[in-house]
């Protein structure tokens, strides 16, 4: 089951693996990136639901996320302008990118998310990160025909194994002159915690996360897995989503990344999956049920801002578990239904033809 993104929104996929376990399709593996990464640290640590659903409520991660702080250079004016020629730029991931310096929000170090071994997780997990290929000197520089970024595989033993040999997805020729290596690492040491605290870091939000052997970029980097998902599953089940806004997002992934996230989204929308779970009204139906950037214009600040008391948070989060179960269940519901038709159709063909 891919769990692609979801920024804040994390706890949907709370639901819909609760949906998946009790349409009898429970997932022998989470692939996961950027917040859908919190999700499976969640759900990896707990053997059941209630559980799970008590630490995606609790004061821990009320407080962690209350934590966020704006950086130094969130200045309202100062960000605008920097999107702007993003925007209006076409270069292609031209130079290296400073993930170093030119984040808008501080982040707590780690996240409140238990610390356990790939053996004592309830599920296994694959989590989405990158490595950085440059150091902070190098910021600003032209890059050529360089590869910046490194996709990493965090994961067990027995998913490293099947992705062995497997080369980065997004060396492709389809997708382009990007920034992105061929090499596709796995990494089967660091804690599915740590993982996923490297997963959310996100271009131009978060500061780069340095981890053992270098610093890290986040799950953004191959945000619809859906090539490592076949390669580790027989069955993939997965979402469908709604596309990227033009105006920030779009820019961003070709600055740093040199790609398309659009064309990448509508690439991984159209492959054949076992479950598809439509999740592309999720911005509109859970559209306060989330972290909400605000504008501060008397202190120049672009900040974050999490519900007042932990009573609303919890209640976000029970809602955002229950769309999740819901757009679950939908999917699952409509599969059983086309699967028995596939049967009786298999079925009357085969009566027809000994007749």
Known sequence: MVFAGGGFRFGIYLGMYAAACNAGRTPDILLASCGGAIAASIIAAFPDDAQRKAWLSSEEMYHYWSGLKSSPRAGIVRALALAAKRGFGRDSAS????????????????????????????????????????????????????????????????AAALLDGMASPLADPRWGEHAISEQLLCDVQTPTSLAARISITDMFYFRCHTHTDGNYFGGVLDLFPIEIAKRLADEVMMEFKQSFDQAFSIPAWRTVLGLDGNARLRYANGQEVDVRIDTSDVATVLAKESVQKKLDWRKNRIRLSMPETHATYAAYMEAQWQYGYARGMEAFTRQAAYDEAAMIRSSDKYSRGVA
């Open 95 to 158: 130079t290296i990118p400073d993930l170093f310096n030119e984040y808008l929000f501080e982040i707590p170090a780690e996240l409140p998310l238990p610390r356990l071994a790939a053996s004592e997780q309830s599920v296994a997990t694959a989590i989405i990160g990158g490595k950085l290929l440059f150091d902070e000197s190098e910021v600003g520089q032209a890059r050529g025909q360089r590869k910046l970024f490194a996709e990493t595989v965090f994961c067990n033993p027995r």
